[in-house]
């Protein structure tokens, strides 16, 4: 697959503009938010809740929020939500920002915290049951969800639903002091227990937890639910149109009655953002949800949120990705209202296409056998080294050349060889010619084996005339002799040692979290766990060009990734600046292996 000939075409008329960019097109054209030109009239945000590392659907809608400001010229907020305090840590925070940092999104000014507005949605909140639009609830939790009714019965209203202004304020404020326990009532909106949208049922804005908070500590003893804070969050921060997913569509009208409430008589009204929905991004392969992706790591079935086989953009930043093939995925999957899956080979060819064009190759041995080159010492001291010059980047010339060391011992890729090959196998095998890249054309002449049946190490000759990899001059009577295989090599006395960690995708099946038709009760997606979706190869050889850079400083800035010829694409792991050993981690294969399993 490539992703190039998937890419939507780039041109702007209106037809291809996505139904966001139209919605903005018109709202600059009718001079919606304020004059065209004026940065704030198009102003977007992510609003993350710190309970998570960020994931590729994250990514997803970072790409987007902060691509249309981009795009418009407008301004980009980062802006926590963190209105639960139950849930939420500092190590989160601290992950998303260097995420959304690395994606390349630029927000404006300061990181922004739901929790700063406090005090304002407070007052809000009194001004709703001044109003006669929100009240105190002393019901149970359970009578609360008891009487909500459901989609098919009407709710019943709370017996303290008409309860007096001055008692709900009152209460409100001791709610807010502490006075009361955990659960014991909350404060709701006062909109309609009949209505066909569960969400305007009352909704709650604010329950009583007496709980720490990670930046108000311990002032609040109430907090506010989602659907309260969100809107006056995007208010406050004069978004103007504010992205979510498909499942806030039915939030919207609520959303819209918070912020119509506060502006009810109010002489300088609030700013009323627009809430715009978009059909989640869904890879295949993967799983997107927070709470699945947690349990993976508390079970330990991965090594942590960062694990390379995860689809955290921590997890893909260790493995190899980089964000400019994350962006293109975002950018290729679209902007839809449609519910769909998308296929994650179209990440996996975006990853390919960037590192194919970036990446500088180099020479690795992942399974090593040795080659003994028996006629060395004819030409030379048998002791000598040869230097060759290879090719850092075909599809770079800047990238330049450097020197690999050749010598009378090398190591190859044990499947390079054959002890008794068909005849379409254009590697090594007894009497056969192949050439090593960049180095000499070797024809082996015989090879030990252990009493294990094993090969342990395979005898050649070369051809001093096929310097450089090239063809001999032609014999007497004109004939050129031609090799069709070349495969690659590292010189035994110069190779590093490594471990080469080999992922693939962490699920075998294509929707992981769809139970099949006959599942038990107690089925998880765990049970699509890819038990192989991580190998780890120990006596890999490498060589020299990849020796560490002095202790690997700071990896997040500087990752290192390569084409190992032949293989893949590679880059190192952080894990190496702490056991001195060299580790890589392989990003992706050079080709699509899943497509072609599958007979694509
Ligand atoms: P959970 O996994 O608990 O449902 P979440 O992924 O919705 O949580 P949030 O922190 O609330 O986590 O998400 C922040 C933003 O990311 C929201 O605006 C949400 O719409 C968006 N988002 C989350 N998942 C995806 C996805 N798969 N595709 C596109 N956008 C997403
Ligand atoms: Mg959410």
Not at 181 to 186: A, H, L, N, Q
Request: charged share 30%; with cysteine; glycine share 6%.
């Amino acid at each position: 697959m490539h992703l190039r000939s998937a890419m939507p075409d780039e041109s702007t008329t209106a037809e291809s503009r996505n139904f966001i960019e139209q919605i903005i097109d018109a709202d600059i054209a009718s001079g919606k938010w304020g004059e065209p030109g004026d940065r704030s009239v198009v102003t977007t945000r992510f609003p993350p809740e710190p309970n998570g590392y960020l994931h590729i659907g994250h990514a997803k809608a970072i790409c987007l929020s902060s691509g249309l400001a981009e795009q418009f010229g407008g301004r980009f907020m980062l802006r926590f939500d963190d209105t639960n305090p139950a849930k939420e840590e500092q190590e989160y925070v601290d992950s998303i920002i260097e995420d959304v940092r690395w994606l390349g999104a630029n927000w404006e000014g300061d990181v922004r915290f739901a929790s700063d507005y406090f005090p304002r949605f407070y007052d809000w909140a009194k001004d709703l049951i001044e109003k006669g639009l929100a009240y105190v609830d002393e019901q149970s939790p359970e009578e609360i969800r008891k009487n909500r009714g459901n989609v098919n019965e009407p709710g019943v209203n709370s017996p303290f639903r008409d309860r007096p202004t001055e008692e709900s304020l009152d209460l409100f404020a001791r709610m807010k002091a502490g006075e009361f326990k955990d659960g014991s009532m909350v404060l709701r909106a006062k909109i309609d227990m009949t209505s066909p949208n569960m969400n305007l049922r009352d909704p709650v804005m604010y329950r009583v937890l007496n709980a720490h908070h990670h930046r108000t500590g311990d002032t609040w003893h109430i907090y506010p639910m989602y659907d309260w804070a969100h809107g006056l969050e995007d208010s406050i921060e004069g978004i103007t149109h504010s992205i979510c997913t498909l499942e806030f569509e039915n939030h919207r009208p609520l959303y819209d009655w918070f912020i119509d409430s506060i502006n009810k008589d109010r002489a300088e009204p609030i700013r009323h953002p627009q809430q715009i929905e978009f059909a989640r991004l869904e890879p295949t392969y993967i799983i997107t949800s927070k709470r699945s992706l947690k349990l993976l790591v508390d079970d330990g079935h991965v090594t942590g949120w960062d694990d390379p086989r995860m689809p955290t953009v921590s997890g893909m930043r260790r493995r190899g990705y980089t964000p400019e093939a994350i962006r293109a995925f975002a950018k290729v999957t679209g902007v839809t209202k449609y519910k769909g899956s998308h296929d994650i080979g179209l990440l996996e060819a975006a990853v390919r296409d960037h590192l194919n064009a970036e990446a500088p190759r180099r020479m690795a041995v992942l399974d090593p056998v040795k080659v003994v080159i028996t006629n060395w010492s004819e030409h030379g001291d048998e002791n000598r080294v040869e230097y060759f010059d290879a090719i850092n980047n075909p599809n770079d010339e800047a990238a330049g050349t450097r020197k690999v060391p050749f010598t009378k011992e090398i190591y190859i890729e044990r499947e390079d060889f054959m002890e008794d090959p068909p005849k379409k196998f254009f590697r090594l095998g007894p009497g056969r010619e192949v050439r090593l890249r960049y180095a000499y054309w070797v024809t082996c002449t015989g090879y030990e084996t252990d009493d294990a049946g094993n090969v342990t190490e395979i005898h050649c000759t070369y051809d001093p005339e096929t310097k450089g990899g090239n063809s001999p001059p032609p014999d007497a009577e004109g004939n050129v002799r031609k090799v069709k295989g070349t495969i690659h090599w590292v010189s035994v006395e110069h190779a590093l040692d490594a471990e080469v960690r080999l992922f693939d995708r962490l699920f075998t099946a294509e929707h992981p979290a769809k139970a099949p038709k006959d599942a038990p009760d107690n089925w998880s997606f765990m049970a699509n766990l890819n038990p192989e979706a991580m190998q780890v190869v120990t006596n890999a050889k490498l060589e020299p060009a990849l020796a560490t850079a002095e202790g690997e400083p700071d990896w997040r800035d500087s990752i290192r990734r390569y084409q190992f010829e032949r293989l893949g694409y590679f880059c190192v792991d952080q894990d190496t600046s702490e056991s001195g050993t060299l580790i890589f981690n392989r990003t992706a294969t050079l080709r699509d292996s899943w497509a072609k399993s599958k007979g694509k």
